[in-house]
């Protein structure tokens, strides 16, 4: 056992593939991913805010590979990308139109996926509003998304995760063959989370990087990474890691995690190497990251 309690799997354990098998290179490809947290990262990096289109060109502009967004919907239904489920002072995006929205400053997902590089890919971090407990099942963020994401995955690497079980099970149900992952919380107990996403039907686990940090000095610990993907891959999932420090990122990546979802994007860029940025052809230096049939 290591000290979170993830068991060997070479004893005992029967590689059980659950609900529907993957290739577990399918989202990410070949090798690891690093993603650029909202852009450039959280809050403002070189001057530019989280979740803006400058934040997430410029990302691209540094030859990074994925980009994550958050997305919600407003009062009339159109998809916007931000974070937070309300404004400074207290106004919901939810509760506002499009054209309010853009007046604040936020940015349309059309938008963005009309000046992303097309090389670029692209994780929707789905954020439902509380009232859609209150729509039908075809009106609620998940079944907005659905559409446009379905037909964006054909012109681009895409991912759609959320912490929302059923906005996940949603979309499989409107768009089967959609790349899809399930995101876990801040220190989410690491077994717990592996055989609850062994037994749904998502591509990858998005677990925060507390859930494979030692509790004390909150260090990266390899060797719980290293036990822990067996039992992902045996399940056909793939293990994304979201919010290392840029000097952990290289740790996971390192001990066999399949994507980052990092802040300070330049810096983890720099800590990195060469081997995690794009070229300006749109393949990634050295032993092809992905490519955009996987």
């Given at each position: 056992m290591t000290p979170i309690g993830v068991p060997s799997p070479r004893r005992g354990h029967e590689t059980v593939r659950t609900v529907s098998p993957r290739l577990t290179d399918r989202v990410f490809g070949a090798g690891p991913a690093v993603i650029g947290h909202r852009g450039l990262g959280c809050g403002v990096v070189r001057g530019h805010r989280e979740n803006t289109l400058g934040s997430f060109t410029a990302a691209a502009a540094l030859g990074t590979t994925w980009v994550e967004a958050d997305v919600r919907r407003t009062a009339d239904d159109v998809l916007v990308v931000?974070?937070?489920?309300?404004?400074?002072?207290?106004?919901?995006?939810?509760?506002?139109?499009?054209?309010?929205?853009?007046?604040?400053?936020?940015?349309?997902?059309?938008?963005?996926?009309?000046?992303?590089?097309?090389e670029v890919g692209l994780d929707v971090d789905l954020k439902p509003a509380i009232d859609d407990s209150l729509r039908p099942p075809s009106r609620t963020t998940a079944a907005l998304l659905a559409p446009v994401v379905?037909?964006?995955?054909?012109?681009?690497?895409?991912?759609?995760?959320?912490?929302?079980?059923?906005?996940?099970?949603?979309?499989?149900?409107?768009?089967?063959?959609?790349?899809?992952?399930?995101?876990?919380?801040?220190?989410?107990?690491?077994?717990?989370?592996?055989?609850?996403?062994?037994?749904?039907?998502?591509?990858?686990?998005?677990?925060?990087?507390?859930?494979?940090?030692?509790?004390?000095?909150?260090?990266?610990?390899?060797?719980?990474?290293?036990?822990?993907?067996?039992?992902?891959?045996?399940?056909?999932?793939?293990?994304?890691?979201?919010?290392?420090?840029?000097?952990?990122?290289?740790?996971?990546?390192?001990?066999?995690?399949?994507a980052v979802v990092v802040d300070e994007v330049p810096r983890a860029l720099e800590l990195l190497g060469p081997q995690h940025a794009r070229t300006s052809a749109g393949s990634t230096v050295g032993a092809g990251r992905w490519s955009r049939g996987a």
């Open positions: 931000g974070h937070d489920e309300v404004y400074p002072g207290g106004t919901r995006v939810a509760d506002i139109t499009a054209a309010d929205a853009d007046r604040r400053g936020t940015l349309r997902l059309h938008t963005l996926l009309e000046q992303l590089p097309p379905a037909a964006e995955v054909r012109r681009r690497p895409l991912l759609v995760t959320s912490f929302d079980p059923a906005a996940l099970h949603r979309l499989r149900s409107q768009e089967p063959s959609l790349p899809l992952g399930w995101l876990t919380w801040h220190r989410f107990p690491l077994d717990v989370a592996v055989a609850a996403c062994a037994h749904m039907d998502v591509d990858v686990l998005g677990l925060h990087v507390g859930s494979l940090a030692d509790r004390g000095s909150g260090a990266v610990e390899p060797a719980t990474v290293a036990e822990a993907l067996p039992f992902v891959h045996g399940a056909g999932r793939q293990l994304m890691v979201w919010c290392p420090a840029p000097a952990s990122a290289g740790v996971l990546l390192e001990a066999g995690a399949d």
